[in-house]
């Protein structure tokens, strides 16, 4: 079975095309591409499936042999984060590649635009570095009873963007991790 480009498909599709519709053509050129997405996805899919199981492997032999569990099931999930927005990128660019898409222009608009989204985002940036920090300083963990600016309570959720902290009352405060300046550990969660 021929591979068809979406070169060949544009060309398919002229003035012509309206007056002659190749229906087999068409047929072809769309069960290629879709054949050709369905490989692009199970191979991303395995490679991804392939990592986690690594990772996951790894960090649980770590958590035989280490007090920090809750430390090593953050990582687990930051790297799990990871490795999904970076299969999805793969995927994507892949199925431009397929498409016949120049991915030099698309890389430099890309980089530009990278550029103009970053500075509108600083905040969104900083929050990412600073939680970072908190997982490999070991600053507080899932269960630490903290204060942070002025809120006391235990911490309930973290990831890179935000902590979440419950309070004696049971209310939920969403901390962004750039604003996290001081932490006051209170008791520590082993």
Do not use: C
């Amino acid at each position: 079975m021929k591979i068809f480009s979406l070169k060949e498909f544009l060309n398919i599709i002229t003035p012509s095309f309206l007056f002659s519709f190749n229906l087999e053509k068409i047929s072809k050129i769309l069960i290629s591409f879709s054949m050709r997405l369905f490989i692009i996805i199970l191979i991303v899919y395995l490679f991804k499936n392939i990592l986690f199981l690594l990772i996951s492997g790894s960090l649980k032999t770590l958590r035989k042999t280490s007090l920090r569990r809750n430390r090593l099931e953050s990582l687990l999930r930051v790297a799990k984060d990871f490795i999904n927005y970076f299969s999805y990128f793969l995927i994507l660019v892949l199925i431009l590649v397929n498409l016949g898409v120049d991915l030099k222009s698309l890389f430099i608009s890309f980089g530009v635009l990278g550029l103009i989204i970053s500075l509108s985002l600083q905040s969104l940036f900083w929050d990412i570095i600073e939680g970072f920090y908190i997982v490999f300083e070991d600053r507080f963990k899932i269960g630490d009873r903290i204060k942070v600016n002025n809120i006391e309570g235990i911490v309930k959720d973290f990831n890179l963007r935000r902590t979440i902290i419950i309070d004696d009352e049971g209310n939920f405060h969403r901390i962004p991790n750039s604003q996290i300046k001081m932490i006051s550990l209170i008791k520590k969660n082993y």
